[in-house]
């Protein structure tokens, strides 16, 4: 048996919400209707939720009060979200930080953690995941989704993402993702695989 299978065998041991003196939950990402489902759903589990959507908000919140809990997203408009784990973890050393990006590679996540992150999810995400990767005991992950969006979902997700941040463009995003304008358009009309 190998290591990772070892790993794989044991169950990860969550703590509870209620495990928590500090219950805060400071969610920082520029794409506002993740934000808004995100805050909504963490306030159903439990979490005292502050938004904010940029560095310069995120760190402003930091200062006034400092939270038990982050959710930061990587790429900001004005910067970098490792700004905001940095200032979190000036002021508060047992904050648990989990870094959310949609452009997911190994350097930016040893980046993030050696920033502070406790762990690292790439978008777009599932409020029971990051409720899982913010109380996993620190001395093991969270367990992996049980069903995980497919490729062809995180590709379609991904697309629309672009298509809304170029206000609806389609040559403009069709540009940006370096793909025919009329194979985008295909894509756009149809319903999002599951």
């Given at each position: 048996m190998?290591?990772?299978?070892?790993?794989l065998k044991e169950p990860v041991k969550l703590l509870k919400i209620i495990d928590?003196?500090?219950?805060?939950?400071l969610i920082v990402d520029d794409d506002s209707p993740l934000r808004d489902r995100l805050s909504r759903a963490m306030e159903k589990k439990g979490f005292s939720v502050t938004q904010a959507e940029s560095v310069k908000a995120g760190i402003s919140s930091v200062?006034?009060?400092p939270p038990g809990f982050a959710v930061i997203d990587l790429r900001l408009e004005d910067g970098n979200g490792l700004e905001v784990v940095k200032e979190i973890q000036k002021v508060?050393?047992?904050?648990?930080?989990?870094m959310l990006t949609g452009y997911g590679n190994i350097p930016t996540a040893v980046a993030a953690v050696k920033a502070g992150a406790i762990d690292y999810l790439a978008k777009p995400v599932d409020a029971d995941d990051v409720?899982?990767?913010?109380?996993?005991?620190?001395g093991s992950k969270a367990k992996p989704p049980e069903n995980p969006m497919s490729a062809d979902r995180v590709k379609w997700e991904h697309i629309h993402r672009v298509f809304e941040l170029c206000n609806r463009n389609v040559s403009e995003t069709a540009r940006r993702?370096?793909?025919?304008?009329r194979t985008l358009q295909r894509i756009l009309s149809k319903k999002s695989p599951r």
């Open positions: 190998t290591i990772n299978q070892k790993n928590f003196a500090n219950k805060s939950l200062l006034n009060s508060n050393k047992d904050s648990r930080i989990i409720e899982s990767a913010l109380l996993a005991s620190l993702l370096k793909m025919h304008r």
